[in-house]
């Protein structure tokens, strides 16, 4: 009997250490639900969670939040924010297609984040190496403020970002 | 050099038809939300219970989730909303999703393991699939993983009871009253053949 709740321990232990990415990923889920963003994309797969949030808010459509797990623990965190213009007026095309293109040309890159404009959908992405278990506390237990924090600094960096292409 | 005779009405005319044109496209582009608005939801609603996710697979239209809680408890959700991801067949049957739940603990003895493994063999026997590839509806299966054994049941949910189809708001007193009494009839069984 101590050895079958032995080999039960030790297979929930590893479940869970090799789980933190999913850990702190349905935390992310519970944190935009919570602010009225509910996900609307799931992707996942081995060391590999993707979900996409409906912001509808003032500048931003929506946000893809990525956790790749890469190497020893270590991932890449991948927050790419929306901007979606619904152009009816040609003249507002014109006018896109005159300034907003040419200056993407100028500048792919602010800072850290990356400019991608593709007609009505303006996308900005930032990517960080994170070391997911820095955000647990304990068995299960993530760091939600924190977790909170970060995520709400990034997004606030991507919609000043975004802001001026903005229409309407 | 080619010139027009332009007609502000016929301009007037395109931008409304491009108007309508987004509301369709929002129509749509909605619809193949639903899901995973339902699926993070329950994700939500585990958390809040004090569990974690452990396990996470999705397509993008058929999800699987594992949840355990401090006591190792583990609770299965799988989401198959492949049906209901085709705009024309959830706007005339429905948002139906295939949703499985599982209640998993480990073996307390040996015997045990014994019970939960004759009872997963009995599982294959279920009838399942006849309709639309769809598991019968309310029949506890066990699966043995590992140390662990999970019943399970699958029930036909039509989602937009459970989510707004236009402001997805999520009725989640609901979603998690519903979840609570399908795990508590897998306890029950559970804990019959574990005994």
Known sequence: MALLKFFSDITQTIAEFTSKDEMVFGEIVRIFQKRGFPCIEFHAGEGYQSGRFLLEGEVLFAIRVVLDDKLAGAGLLTITAEVRNKLADPDDMITMFKTDFSNIAKIPLLGQIKINHEYNTIYARSTTVKKTSSYMISRGVVNSAQLEKDLGDIVNRLESALRKFKKG | ?195
Request: charged share 30%; proline share 1%.
């Open chain 2, 1 to 195: 050099m080619t010139t027009f005779a332009f007609d502000q009405e016929l301009e007037d005319r395109f931008a409304s038809l491009v108007v309508e044109s987004w509301d369709r496209f929002d129509d749509m582009e909605r619809n193949s939300w639903i899901d995973d608005v339902f699926v993070g939801a329950v994700i939500t609603a585990h958390l809040d219970a004090d569990m974690f996710l452990l396990k996470m697979e999705s397509d993008g239209e058929a999800h699987f989730l594992t949840f355990s809680d401090q006591e190792r408890n583990r609770r299965v959700v799988r989401v198959d909303h492949r049906l209901g991801e085709d705009y024309l067949y959830a706007k005339t049957v429905g948002h139906l999703a295939a949703c499985t739940f599982g209640v998993g603990r480990a073996y307390p003895k040996i015997s045990k393991f014994i019970s939960a493994s004759k009872a997963e063999f009995r599982s294959e026997f279920v009838a399942e699939g006849s309709v639309a590839g769809i598991a019968d509806p309310g029949v506890m299966k066990v699966d043995v993983e590992g140390t662990i054994a999970v019943c399970e049941t699958t029930l036909l949910l039509d989602l937009a009871d459970y989510v707004d189809k236009v402001s997805l708001d999520v009725d989640t007193e609901r979603l998690w009253a519903h979840i609570q009494a399908t795990y508590q009839s897998l306890e029950k069984y559970l804990s019959g053949i574990m005994a």
